[in-house]
């Protein structure tokens, strides 16, 4: 079988990115694999350790290109599996019909919104969610299940005074880390609703501190969160900031975020709505509880933390999404925080053991192996 997985490339420090890094190796054990790579890669193809990894055109989603790369790749367009791991909306599906189409196809609404489901009406393509919320909201199309995965060997729980100590996290610091992208307006990572939450957190314990993995001034039609403290009189001295220049030009190696993660005492990931929830997963690898919003991927990515309520938000996809209580995201820091040595102890155990479930070679064995001679069927692929 011959696989083109259309997304970002490897290198780029995006979900997807990441997962295309750790499953393309992986499933070109057992399958013939390249990557078009609409995002990262420009002007000629490349090839890494046996992978060839076709370029995008810099417009949008790779709609114009991915035909010719799976021309090139297969010998013919239906040649093989073409495999867009992205959201489908963005996607033509007048160029998709043309070719054998897997989507990993993440569902970040409730229901699924009318062009997700459109694409797969039009395309006939076979979803393969990533989430069992996904998988059931697309149940119309007999949606087969992957999860992402995590190399749980990187993301793993290390030392926490070492790792606060190299750092310069106070050892006796609350830590709140929130890791999210700054984009679109309203956030839908609710940015606003978890500084406010954290806000109001503070203004009752003195030792707590949060961490902001995330670019400050909203350049993407995001929030500016500088403002955003202002307003909320956060005192300066209780926010700590990823360093920008790294974030934007240097990428964190995963070695590094897991030692970030390992510094904090909960991870905030209330977002409006998520198709999966990387940050989520890797905090519980590293032993980390998380507050999340109980809605989409959060209920089930987040197996040790709070689950928070919310009131439903609806957006320019006909469908909806959540913006979190800040009452509640207050109570559930706050019950963090309550929390005794012993019992802080259990719920680290229980994070780890619910990381462990999506670790990358488990997932490859458990879901990626049935799944590839499933599409090889249902889409008459050798």
């Known amino acids: 079988m011959k696989l083109l997985i259309h997304t970002n490339a490897p290198w780029v420090p995006s979900g997807y990115g990441q997962q295309v890094a750790l499953f393309a190796p992986r499933l070109a054990e057992y399958a013939d694999v390249a990557i078009s790579a609409y995002h990262g890669l420009a002007n000629a193809p490349l090839t890494i350790a046996g992978l060839t990894i076709y370029p995008g055109s810099g417009a949008g989603w790779g709609n114009d290109i991915v035909r010719a790369n799976a021309t090139k790749f297969f010998g013919s367009p239906r ?28 569902v970040d609404h409730d229901p699924a919104p009318p062009a ?22 697309l149940a119309a199309f007999n949606a087969l299940y992957v999860p992402h995965g ?12 070492e790792v606060r100590r190299a750092r310069g996290v106070p050892p006796d610091a609350f830590l709140v880390g929130i890791v999210a992208v700054n984009k679109g307006s309203p956030s839908r990572k609710s940015l606003a609703e978890m500084i406010e939450a954290f806000a109001a957190f503070r203004e009752r314990h003195d030792d707590a501190l949060l961490y902001l993995h995330t670019e400050l001034t909203g350049v993407a039609s995001g929030t500016h969160i500088p403002s955003l403290l202002d307003e909320l009189e956060v005192p300066p001295e209780s926010v700590l900031f990823v360093d920008q220049d790294r974030y934007h030009f240097d990428p964190f190696t995963p070695e590094e975020m897991a030692e970030a993660y390992s510094t904090l005492d909960v991870l905030m990931n209330a977002s409006m709505g998520e198709g999966f929830g990387l940050t989520v997963l890797e905090a519980q690898a590293c032993g ?23 009131h439903r938000h609806w957006t320019d996809q006909a469908s909806w999404q959540a913006r979190p209580h800040v009452e509640e995201l207050v109570e559930s820091l706050e019950a963090c925080y309550s929390m005794d040595a012993a019992s802080r102890k259990e719920l680290s155990g229980r994070a780890r053991e619910h990381g462990l479930r999506y670790d990358a070679d488990r997932v490859l064995s458990e879901h990626w192996l049935p799944t590839l001679s499933a599409l090889a069927a249902r889409l008459g692929v050798a």
């Open 116 to 137: 997700v489901l459109e694409f797969f009406g039009i395309t006939g393509a076979v979803p393969v969610a990533m989430t069992r919320f996904g998988q059931e909201r």
């Open 288 to 310: 980390v509880p998380a507050i999340v919003t109980d809605f989409t991927a959060m209920s089930e990515v987040c197996g040790a933390g709070w689950k928070v309520g919310y």
């Open 79 to 106: 040649g093989g599996i073409v495999m867009p791991l992205v959201d489908v909306f963005v996607l033509d599906p007048g160029v998709w019909r043309e070719l054998n189409v897997a989507a990993w196809v993440p």
């Open 150 to 161: 995590v190399a749980t060997d990187v993301y793993a729980p290390q030392p926490r005074d």
